[in-house]
Nanobody
Framework: QIQLVESGGGSVQAGGSLRLSCVMSGHTSASYMAWLRQTPGREREGVATIDLGTGGSMYYADSVEGRFTISRDNAKNTIALQMNSLVPDDTAMYYC???????????????????WGQGTQVTVSS
């Protein structure tokens, strides 16, 4: 089992930045982690992923490429999502997700992740 707790959400004006954190704990170690987001009326979409078993290989959704950065801390039990140049379309509930095996295809798909945090709200105003 893997437990995930997100933090760092909040309200920010367009053009601003936020940094989200996800703390991982539990008996089972995660091999692959991701940030996903969901807005009411829309499907949950993958934002960024990081492969903890291959030196930290990362993958980003086209909509956030160049603006968001996913990373891990030195203890390798926490991941972060640095979000820069935020726009109103980034407004969503952001979730941390994990699995204990590598993702080899469709890494941004929510169905790949059996473990989820409770989410942290990000609101970007004009």
């Amino acid at each position: 089992q893997i437990q995930l707790v997100e933090s760092g959400g909040g309200s920010v004006q367009a053009g601003g930045s936020l940094r989200l954190s996800c703390v991982m704990s539990g008996h089972t170690s995660a091999s692959y982690m991701a940030w996903l987001r969901q807005t009411p009326g829309r499907e949950r979409e993958g934002v960024a992923t990081i492969d903890l078993g291959t030196g930290g290989s990362m993958y980003y959704a086209d909509s956030v490429e160049g603006r968001f950065t996913i990373s891990r801390d030195n203890a390798k039990n926490t991941i972060a999502l640095q979000m820069n140049s935020l726009v109103p379309d980034d407004t969503a509930m952001y979730y941390c997700a994990a699995r204990n095996r590598r993702v080899v295809s469709a890494p941004l798909a929510a169905r790949k992740y059996p473990y989820w945090g409770q989410g942290t709200q990000v609101t970007v105003s004009s």
